[in-house]
C-alpha cells in the first residue's frame, strides 16, 4: 500500500483565487465582483445555468463568489464553472472610455393590432 505524505499548507497559499477565463491567479475584480487576472478585466460571465435546467443568481459572500438556484440552493463557483462549458463567457458591452454609438442600435417600431397572432 502506497502510504500519501501530509504536506502542510504554507503561508499565503491558503486561498488563491483563479481567473474563470484563464485559470491565472486573480489580481482583481471585474464590474461584477468575480475575480479576473489583469487581461479579463473588462470581460464579463454569460448566464450560467444549473443541472436542473434553471438559471444561477450570481451572489458575492465571505468567502467570495457563489451561486445559487432556487431549487437546488447554493454551490460554489467551481462546480458552476464545471456545469457550464468556457463558451459561456462574453465581453461586457462597453468599456470605459469606449465608443457607445456602435453599441446603440436603430429601434425599429412595430405595431401589432388585437387580431394579430403576435399579439398573445
Known amino acids: 500500500m502506497l502510504e500519501t505524505m501530509y ?25 461584477e465582483g468575480v475575480p479576473v487576472c489583469r487581461t479579463h478585466k473588462q470581460e464579463a460571465l454569460a448566464e450560467f445555468k444549473c443541472a ?14 457563489y451561486f445559487n438556484c432556487l431549487k437546488c440552493g447554493n454551490m460554489n463557483m467551481r462546480k458552476a464553472m464545471e456545469l457550464n462549458p468556457p463558451r459561456a463567457v462574453q465581453k461586457n458591452k462597453t468599456a ?14 412595430m405595431t401589432v393590432r388585437s387580431d394579430d397572432p ?3
Do not use: M
Open 118 to 120: 403576435r399579439f398573445f
Open 96 to 109: 470605459p472610455g469606449e465608443n457607445t454609438s456602435d453599441a446603440c442600435r436603430e429601434r425599429v417600431e
Open 7 to 31: 504536506i502542510p499548507k504554507r503561508y499565503g497559499e491558503a486561498k488563491v483565487d483563479k481567473c474563470p477565463f484563464c485559470g491565472a491567479q486573480a489580481f482583481s475584480r471585474n464590474a
Open 52 to 65: 436542473c435546467g434553471s438559471y444561477l443568481e450570481r451572489r458575492q459572500g465571505k468567502w467570495g463568489v
